[in-house]
């Protein structure tokens, strides 16, 4: 099984946003992420021409739409929610909270039940690039709200809830922090928070080989 992972996959000098895309195209299972900072630049789209790009959201939509097509590779997509790091001092530090968080149901009530214009006709221009007018078609007229709505409704699995779990030993010097460090995130998070990210995905290992195995042994 070969995993497309941007850092590892895109080559140098490559349009990273074609990259993702035709990453996406070239996969049988996709598993996005879903968190407080993805969705919330999401949330503050208007759905006007001052909307920028949001290349999250265009990834969404693609994703979206290509596996509503049953004649497309993409035959599941499954959500990985991610809830907001425990803070130090806060109950449960340094593991993940809930997901469904007042910040996130705030942010998804706020999403547009319109599309927006930038973001869309991105979707629908590499979309047509690729021989998809039809789903280009679809791409640019799928409201915000609803490319959201059906990833949250998606069967999927959420960091977290896993007992005795302990933080993976992340040092100062290794190349992830300088990653996270280099890209900080939106809720910042400090090494041993990270750790129990780590930690908290890689006891999802399991879970993901089952949803994905019957599919790729399968094609």
């Not at 949330?43 to 290509?66: C, H, P, W, Y």
């Not at 109950?91 to 869309?120: L, N």
């Not at 006709?121 to 791409?139: C, K, S, W």
């Not at 908290?200 to 790729?216: D, G, M």
């Amino acid at each position: 099984v070969i995993v497309y992972l941007d850092v590892k996959r895109l080559v140098k000098g490559e349009d990273w946003e074609e990259g993702f895309s035709t990453g996406l195209m070239n996969s049988l299972v996709a598993l996005p992420l879903l968190s407080e900072g993805a969705l919330g630049p999401m949330s503050r789209l208007q759905g006007g021409s001052s909307d920028g790009k949001d290349n999250l959201a265009k990834e969404f939509i693609i994703m979206e739409t290509v596996q509503s097509d049953p004649k497309r590779k993409l035959e599941q997509v499954y959500p990985l929610r991610i809830g907001r790091p425990r803070a130090p001092g806060e109950a449960g530090y340094p593991t993940t909270a809930d997901f469904f968080s007042p910040k996130i149901k705030a942010a998804v009530s706020r999403m547009i039940e319109k599309p927006s214009p930038a973001t869309a006709r991105a979707a629908a221009e590499f979309l047509e690039r690729n021989g998809m007018e039809d789903l280009a078609m679809v791409a640019e007229r799928m409201p915000m709200h609803a490319v959201v709505e059906a990833l949250l409704q998606r069967k999927g699995a959420e960091l977290g809830g896993e007992d005795g779990l302990s933080p993976v030993t992340i040092s100062e010097d290794s190349e992830l922090w300088k990653q996270v460090s280099a890209d900080p995130a939106t809720v910042p998070m400090d090494l041993n928070q990270l750790g129990m990210v780590k930690a908290e995905l890689q006891a999802l290992v399991p879970t993901i080989h089952q949803v994905s195995s019957p599919i790729v042994y399968f094609v």
